[in-house]
């Protein structure tokens, strides 16, 4: 009897002993695959157990980070790619346009009948539309790039949003829409690129004056919070959810490449910042925080 509890008592230690071990190369394993994922590092997973269990788990788990990296490395292949595609497409298209622009000037000094004069306005038309969505794509390109943003400066963002609303005011009074502005008067000062936080801004503008209901609500609260309400009657959650996808417009027959409001959230984020949207009622809200 005294045998078998000796017995009992040294397989429940064996037990205890082997549980050590394990938790311990489990947090040797977790800790260590956090340290990878993290620093993006090609290394392997090793830990100072013996036991065959772990040690086949930790094998399983390096041959699973050896395929995620093979794909994220095949995503940013093609992601590079069709980076440069972009870029060089809409390269392409701007030396026709521009040739196509300038024998339209010459066209128009020429003397004409009524109806050719017609038709070269649709073709002018048609011509100036392409010409913007190629320039659209051409930016949006180089915003992806390293290169997107300028160094950092010391932004004065009421002075940048002030003089953003001023630049829109008359085309926002033309389409019958007369901004409510709620700009504190504490100076609020970040470290930014400037040019991008004002394009950022001139995209909200013009998301606005392409869909506002006839009302615009533009406010900067403390400590750096913009917000950008009108009212949407004809949007959806769904929709919302969806305003920052890239080439994503709510309305496909309107003229655009549904990448002003992707554009908005690439230079948020790469300044520090974040950017979102949403629904309430008609209301559209689109917050910024920096």
Do not use: W
Request: charged letters at 25%; aromatic letters at 4%.
């Amino acid at each position: 009897m005294v045998i078998c509890i000796i017995l009992l008592g040294i397989v429940c230690l064996l037990l205890i002993l082997k549980l050590i071990v394990m938790r311990r190369s489990a947090d040797e394993i977790l800790e260590q695959l956090d340290m990878i994922l993290q620093n993006d590092t090609n290394a392997v997973i090793g830990i100072s157990s013996s036991d065959a269990g772990m040690r086949r788990l930790a094998a399983g788990l390096d041959k699973r980070l050896r395929a995620l990296r093979k794909e994220q490395l095949r995503f940013l292949n093609g992601d590079r790619e069709l980076k440069e595609a972009v870029t060089n497409i809409s390269h392409d298209l701007r030396t026709p346009l521009t040739a196509v622009m300038g024998y339209l000037e010459v066209m128009k000094r020429i003397e004409k009948s009524k109806e050719l004069e017609n038709y070269l306005k649709i073709i002018e038309g048609r011509a100036v539309a392409m010409r913007q969505l190629t320039e659209e794509l051409f930016r949006y390109s180089v915003i992806l790039s390293e290169q997107g943003l300028s160094a950092p400066e010391e932004t004065h963002i009421n002075a940048v949003l002030e003089d953003c609303i001023m630049g829109y005011y008359a085309a926002l009074t033309e389409r019958g829409i007369t901004p409510e502005i709620d700009i504190t008067e504490t100076r609020i000062i970040r470290s930014l690129d400037k040019a991008a936080l004002s394009r950022v801004f001139g995209n909200l503008m013009n998301n606005a004056l392409k869909y506002s209901g006839g009302d615009l609500t533009v406010a900067l609260k403390e400590p750096c919070v913009i917000e950008f309400s009108n009212t949407a009657p004809s949007l959806t959650n769904t929709q919302v959810e969806r305003l920052f996808d890239r080439f994503y417009t709510v309305n496909a027959a309107r003229s655009g490449t549904g990448l002003g409001l992707s554009i908005a959230r690439s230079f948020i984020e790469q300044m520090g910042g974040s950017i979102s949207a949403s629904l309430e009622g008609e209301k559209l809200t689109i917050r910024i925080d920096l």
